[in-house]
């Protein structure tokens, strides 16, 4: 393969990582979302993942979820399978803010290193006379009860940003896409 052909192929693709169970599969067909404790337990997953579906046009909801950042990913127990995949550009569905899908749950989320620092310098340049720990704590409150720019964070989920959100792939995927299992 001529040089310029390989580093068009490399700069198409993007590292995305997901977890899963140990009995899910990420090369055979269909998901069963019933079997997702995600799904099963989490207050408005179901209602939100059709209305998520039908936005994609991928009504039978035969997606993966992957993290673009390996950083964000909250692992738990041994159970837990997580996928380095290598992933054509051309083939994400599209871009999800992981935040505004918490809104849309009307559920809090884990703030970035990022977030914490914002809040830092905040309450550094700031004085309020509050401590650290109270301001961070009505930081988040604040941050959490925001109403959208838009009037609804559906019209705000949708990102073009690759680094810090999650991307949405067609399952099943190839098997040449995994590049680890562990």
Not at 15 to 43: C, G, M
Not at 71 to 97: H, Q, T
Not at 140 to 167: R, T
Request: hydrophobic fraction near 35%; charged fraction near 25%; include cysteine.
């Amino acid at each position: 393969m001529p040089a310029n052909k390989l580093n068009d192929t490399i700069l198409d693709q993007i590292k995305l990582y997901t977890i899963h169970s140990q009995d899910f599969s990420l090369t055979d067909r269909p998901v069963d979302h019933n079997k997702s404790r995600y799904y099963r337990e989490t207050a408005g997953v179901p209602e939100a993942y059709h209305k998520l579906w039908h936005k994609l046009g991928i009504i039978d909801g035969q997606i993966v979820w992957c993290h673009t950042c390996e950083d964000n990913i909250v692992r738990e127990g041994d159970s837990i399978v997580k996928y380095e995949l290598c992933v054509p550009k051309s083939k994400i569905i599209c871009f999800i803010d992981d935040i505004v899908w918490n809104r849309i749950l009307g559920i809090g989320g884990i703030f970035s290193e990022k977030m914490r620092n914002e809040c830092f310098q905040e309450w550094k340049n700031n004085p309020s006379g509050l401590n650290l720990r109270d301001y961070q704590k009505k930081y988040e409150e604040n941050f959490w009860k925001q109403e959208p720019k838009s009037g609804d964070w559906w019209d705000e989920l949708f990102v073009s940003e690759v680094a810090g959100s999650m991307a949405i792939i067609e399952h099943p995927i190839p098997c040449e896409w995994i590049m680890y299992r562990g």
